[in-house]
């Protein structure tokens, strides 16, 4: 089951709480189960962009379902597509995205991938075919990370989804905690989380189960 996070009091956010979202954590039991894949906003329009890959986006289970270009564009894809994306390119390799992307909104929904003289495509569905199973991902680990938020993490739509912290490591969430919580997750802003997630090669990434401004 995913975790979910719940609020304190605003009575605790003017006392000056310095934890501002908070839930007990449940006890893991396997996997995050991956989310409907989000459907671009109504406005988006046909897009490519090119740049450097700088990071790979980890979701909780250790797989990549987005890449972080070095101009600060973050690129958003299905993480059925993540071992063929890991195998493709590689940190420091030029890419080409071609897909969706909302104006004003710094995700492209990629379609096509290209690098290395490869392309990778999301193909839809056919019609009555089962979806691709999961990622092949260890059970979640009980994690804790804290340091300064580099920068936002944002869905297709433009919500804020998650933080990137100053040692990369990711921390994930739903997009109403985005809204109820942006003038606290600001980059540069302190952040504290405890959840459940993983660590790699890759990087690391959880799923907050509380989020404070420190322990």
Not at 162 to 171: K, N, P, S, W
Request: aromatic share 4%; net charge positive; glycine share 12%.
């Amino acid at each position: 089951m995913t975790p979910r996070i719940t609020f304190i009091a605003a009575a605790c956010l003017l006392a000056g709480s310095a934890a501002f979202a908070q839930v007990p954590p449940p006890p893991p039991g396997g996997p995050v189960p991956p989310g409907p894949t989000p459907i671009a906003a109504p406005e988006a329009g046909l897009a490519t962009v090119s740049g450097r890959a700088q990071q790979w986006l980890l979701n909780p289970n250790g797989e990549a379902d987005g890449l972080l270009l070095s101009d600060g564009t973050q690129v958003a894809f299905a993480p059925h597509l993540s071992a063929a994306a890991m195998q493709m390119l590689k940190a420091g390799d030029a890419v080409q995205v071609s897909g969706w992307r909302a104006p004003g909104v710094p995700v492209i929904r990629a379609q096509t991938i290209t690098a290395n003289g490869r392309s990778l495509t999301d193909q839809p569905p056919v019609p009555g075919m089962a979806p691709p199973p999961p990622g092949a991902s260890g059970a979640l680990s009980a994690m804790t990370a804290g340091g300064r938020i580099e920068r936002l993490l944002y869905t297709d739509r433009g919500d804020i989804r998650g933080v990137m912290l100053e040692d990369r490591t990711i921390v994930r969430f739903p997009p109403h905690i985005g809204v109820a919580y942006g003038a606290q997750l600001q980059p540069g802003a302190p952040l504290h989380a405890r959840g459940w997630g993983t660590r790699s090669a890759q990087g690391a990434a959880l799923e907050a189960t509380s989020l404070g401004r420190s322990a």
